[in-house]
């Protein structure tokens, strides 16, 4: 079972950047596909972006396209989420989440069997 844990979160200005972490403590997490989601209050939980396992093929939603970047490095075990041009609408808790069994949706919560703790965001006006 990999556990994950989140970093990189903070208080930062609109307009700012910030890079998220996600550690797994998997030694295959080259073969996990991985994916960033978000939770703002009073809100369902909801897709930002995906890299797969295998081709390292990435989606993003319409919403951070163009903003934000999602990497892997295998070799550390890691996951990023570069965040740029951040706006108040980004604040919200973001996880990290894994799956060995990808069937392709990855905008589904439930395609993913691991999640981190979260780490949270906020981006002041």
């Known amino acids: 079972q990999v556990q994950l844990v989140e970093s990189g979160g903070g208080l930062v200005q609109a307009g700012g950047s910030l890079r998220l972490s996600c550690a797994a403590s998997e030694r295959s997490f080259s073969t996990y596909t991985m994916g960033w989601f978000r939770q703002a209050p009073g809100k369902e939980r909801e897709f930002v972006s995906v890299i797969t396992s295998s081709s390292g093929t990435t989606y993003y939603a319409d919403s951070v396209k163009g903003r934000f970047t999602i990497s892997r490095d295998n070799a550390k075990n890691t996951l990023y989420l570069r965040m740029n041009d951040l706006k108040p609408e980004d604040t919200a808790v973001y996880y990290c989440?894994?799956?060995?069994?990808?069937?392709?949706?990855?905008?589904?919560?439930?395609?993913?069997?691991?999640w981190g703790q979260g780490t949270q965001v906020t981006v002041s006006s």
């Open positions: 989440a894994a799956t060995l069994w990808y069937s392709g949706h990855y905008y589904r919560s439930d395609e993913y069997r691991y």
